[in-house]
């Protein structure tokens, strides 16, 4: 059994800041920065652990 990411693991007091993600940066976007793909995924886990947490 894989051990739990425990940066997926909100603590009480935590909050999360998704700051402005943008297609346009993204590797097949119009201004593309390498690499920036590749953080989509994780901040959508991490998003989700938020909500799941019921912490902002």
């Known amino acids: 059994m894989a051990t ?3 940066h997926l693991e909100p603590h009480w007091r935590s909050a999360a ?3 402005d993600l943008q ?3 993204l590797d097949d ?4 920065v390498e ?3 590749a953080v989509v ?11 799941a947490a019921a912490r902002p």
């Open 17 to 19: 800041l998704m700051v």
């Open 23 to 25: 297609r346009d940066f």
């Open 35 to 37: 690499g920036t793909s």
């Open 4 to 6: 739990p990411d425990s």
């Open 41 to 51: 995924a994780p901040a959508v886990q991490l998003v989700q652990a938020f909500r």
């Open 29 to 32: 976007g119009a201004a593309p």
